[in-house]
């Protein structure tokens, strides 16, 4: 089982939609949870980052955490091409590693192409 | 303009040959990072510093080297010991390690062997 796992797409909508992207991860002890977009050929960039359970608003972009069910998604309300992209999922557990450097995970990414 | 800079934006090795990758910040953070990016898959940890003269080895290490003789500074060199180094490689950084912070990236540094 891979320590942070998405949906690698392509996840298709059509513009003014909902894009809905999940991710799952294994270890428990995750405390900290980020959403980057990678636009092709460039580098991430944050999105969201998340603590708590529970729901979190930026604009466009909410980010849910459920640390019971050991998830997190981004919803992206009214989908523009423009947020035709991947989306990274990193999680951190502060504690793994044994040093006091905490560990961040990535997934391998979902495509998301937004159509107009 | 606060932000990491990583040159050169591509790179190109010959067989057998060393070559190392810039990576410049001046955000003040004491973190930095290096990962590497292979097609349709996500991010693996190469090295991280925490502090000035200190690093760690990551999940990947194995035919890479680094050094960290200054705080805006953490260049990585690319061996002739790494078998397969064509990759996009990123390097970030963060205000510290304590596992809650974000992790800022620089532009990549794309690598190719002829």
């Known amino acids: 089982q891979k320590e942070v796992e998405q949906n690698s797409g392509p996840l298709s909508v059509p513009e003014g939609a909902i894009a809905s992207l999940n991710c799952t991860y294994s270890?428990?002890?995750?405390?900290?949870f980020f959403w980057y977009r990678q636009y092709s050929g460039k580098s991430p960039e944050l999105i969201m980052s998340?603590?708590?359970?529970g729901d979190k608003e930026d604009g466009r972009f909410t980010a849910q955490l459920n640390k019971a069910s050991q998830y997190v998604s981004l919803l992206i309300r009214d989908s523009q091409p423009s947020d035709s992209a991947t989306y990274l999922c990193?999680?951190?557990?502060?504690?793994?590693?044994?040093?006091?450097?905490?560990?961040?995970?990535f997934g391998q990414g979902t495509i998301l192409t937004v159509h107009p | 303009d606060g932000g990491i800079t990583q040159s050169p934006k591509y790179l190109f090795r010959k067989e057998g040959q060393n070559v190392t990758l810039s990576c410049e910040q001046n955000?003040?953070?004491?973190?930095m990072y290096w990962y590497r990016q292979d097609p349709g898959q996500g991010l693996r940890l190469i090295y991280y510093?925490?502090?000035?003269?200190?690093?760690q080895k990551g999940d990947i290490a194995e035919g890479y080297s680094v050094s960290r003789e200054k705080k805006e500074s953490f260049p990585l060199t690319v061996t002739s010991a790494q078998k397969n180094p064509t990759a996009f490689y990123l390097c970030?950084?963060?205000?510290?390690?304590?596992?809650?912070?974000?992790?800022?990236f620089g532009p990549g540094t794309r690598l190719l062997v002829l």
């Open positions: 970030a950084s963060s205000i510290g390690t304590g596992g809650l912070e974000t992790q800022y």
């Open positions: 270890d428990r002890g995750s405390q900290s």
């Open positions: 998340i603590y708590s359970n």
């Open positions: 990193a999680v951190n557990n502060p504690n793994a590693g044994g040093t006091s450097y905490g560990k961040l995970t």
């Open positions: 955000l003040n953070h004491d973190a």
């Open positions: 510093s925490q502090i000035v003269n200190d690093f």
